[in-house]
């Protein structure tokens, strides 16, 4: 696809797909946090509203009265669930060859455009610590060429890690039972904003370059 600036775009693109993981990140803290004390007095499809409608910030949600900090998540504060983050943010980067069926007219990212997008955001932190997510960049962009249908964006592997490797969240509690019980329905609505989100980023990089060679 062509670009005024190819580096600046992908840059720009790897940014969106880090800040989005960031949002989901922070979502599924502001979701934790819910179940603390506004379990009964905040409707958490006021959350989800925000979510789809002000993608990928979040400071939105504090609107409600809720927080997210040392007290509402103490039972996330440790070492192992902060490779959550860099795994959230892995599991978007191996879905980046979807791009390729955004088209700016018969223009098109090439797979050398996708794939340094995706080196970009694997040195911007992304991570598959212990190798927990078993989708890959190699899998999707198959499944693309091919023209076949990627599996749904699911909470499985944020489950599987949090029984797995964090105690504090694996405790059967109300609280916890909530947030794993959630993240489906939270994982799948983010994937949705999201993948329209980043389709739109890269049709403005897209239509600048387009507006460049009509001057």
């Known amino acids: 696809m062509n670009f005024i600036n190819e580096s600046a775009a992908i840059n720009g693109l790897a940014d969106y797909i880090v800040k989005s993981g960031v949002c989901l990140y922070n979502s599924v803290k ?3 946090s819910l179940a603390e004390n506004e379990f009964y007095n905040v409707d958490i499809r006021d959350i989800l509203k925000i979510i789809i409608n002000n993608f990928p910030e979040t400071d939105g949600i504090r ?3 809720l927080r997210i900090d040392d ?6 504060q440790s070492e192992e669930y902060n490779k959550v983050l860099p795994l959230m943010v892995y599991s978007l980067a191996v879905r980046i060859p979807v791009l390729k069926n955004v088209k700016n007219g018969d223009d098109v990212m090439t797979d050398d455009q996708l794939y340094r997008l995706y080196n970009a955001v694997i040195d911007k932190g992304a ?3 212990r190798e927990i997510i078993t989708e890959s960049f190699l899998e ?10 990627l599996p749904p964006f699911t ?4 489950k599987s890690y949090i029984l797995s490797s964090v105690p504090a969240l694996s405790v059967i509690t109300n609280k916890n039972m909530f947030l794993l019980g959630f993240a489906d329905t939270l994982f799948a609505v983010f994937y949705t904003c999201m993948e329209d989100g980043l ?5 403005e990089y897209a239509d600048e370059a387009q507006a460049a060679d009509g001057e």
């Not at 007290?71 to 996330?76: E, G």
């Not at 909470?155 to 944020?158: I, K, L, Q, S, V």
């Open 155 to 158: 909470a499985d592997w944020f």
């Open 199 to 203: 389709s739109e980023k890269l049709l």
């Open 127 to 129: 991570e598959n610590y």
């Open 140 to 149: 999707t962009k198959y499944l693309v060429r091919k023209g076949k249908k």
């Open 71 to 76: 007290y509402t998540c103490r039972q996330m």
């Open 63 to 65: 609107s409600l009265g």
């Open 30 to 32: 502001y979701i934790y």
